[in-house]
């Protein structure tokens, strides 16, 4: 998206609808937002989501809602309604990279084609939706079973070792806090510990969480550290041909040393 859309956007969003001195109108939204949507398709990047849901929070603010009446503000989720009409209309996939829109051309459907769009999602990792801590973690365990689905499995390695990394210093930040900073944060960096003093550090302290996993042991560092070197691998390597049988091997190991740890990461949080 080119500079000159981003600031129009910006200023659109700046705008201010009304004032309780001064209230606003359902034909100015209806005027301002037809006009903006005339200029988003014109560009073709209506589809993006960030703009769209700009545009939703936008109309939504109570503060709108307070100056209109019902009948207003239904005709105003009518609007809501159109962009999410044209936003369907316009897929990312359709979207031209210049500022202005050239509908794609049709093209006949292929099997491969179609194929390719229907794959059939596989998991590397499946933890229950309620064990997940927040959307951080949700998008992260995706993005490992995505990959895994497409077979990029460098990429998968790379994403299990971030998981396993972020679980391990949120650990120690909910346990150690402030006062033992240095367990998980470098000060004079400004950055946290490497993968491989983090597992150092959670290892010495063991004992402590012991009470709430009481499994907690030698053998545990031990998985953690083999995903670690794999992420490494796969990270650093020039030459690193992972293969699907090499993740299939590991998966129950994963499982495990992930719910473990989000078992301990919801205890401390």
Request: no cysteine; proline share 3%; hydrophobic share 35%.
């Amino acid at each position: 998206m080119s500079s000159r859309i981003k600031k129009e956007i910006m200023d659109l969003l700046r705008e201010k609808f009304g004032t309780e001195k001064k209230p606003v109108t359902v034909q100015a939204i209806h005027q301002r937002i037809n006009r903006q949507l005339e200029i988003w398709l014109s560009y073709g990047i209506l589809a993006e989501k960030n703009i769209v849901t700009y545009a939703y929070a936008r109309l939504n603010k109570i503060k709108i809602r307070s100056f209109l009446t019902l009948d207003e503000w239904t005709k105003v989720q009518q609007l809501i309604s159109k962009i999410k009409e044209a936003e369907s209309k316009y897929s990312l996939s359709q979207q031209s990279k210049s500022d202005i829109f050239i509908p794609p051309k049709k093209s006949p459907k292929s099997k491969t084609a179609s194929s390719t769009s229907k794959k059939k999602k596989a998991f590397y990792l499946k933890i229950k939706d309620e064990v997940v801590p927040d959307s951080f973690y949700q998008r992260l365990i995706d993005d490992i079973n995505k990959s895994y689905t497409f077979e990029i499995y460098s990429a998968t390695l790379i994403l299990t070792r971030k998981l396993l990394e972020n679980i391990i210093i949120d650990i120690l930040k909910f346990k150690y806090k402030m006062a033992n900073l240095d367990l998980f944060y470098i000060r004079d960096q400004g950055r946290h510990q490497s993968f491989h003093i983090l597992i150092k550090n959670f290892e010495t302290k063991l004992a402590d969480f012991k009470p709430f996993i009481p499994e907690l042991d030698s053998k545990f560092i031990e998985k953690i550290e083999k995903f670690k070197q794999e992420g490494n691998a796969s990270a650093h390597s020039i030459i690193n041909n992972v293969q699907k049988k090499d993740l299939d091997k590991n998966k129950s190991d994963l499982k495990y040393v992930v719910d473990v740890l989000l078992k301990l990461h919801s205890y401390l949080k």
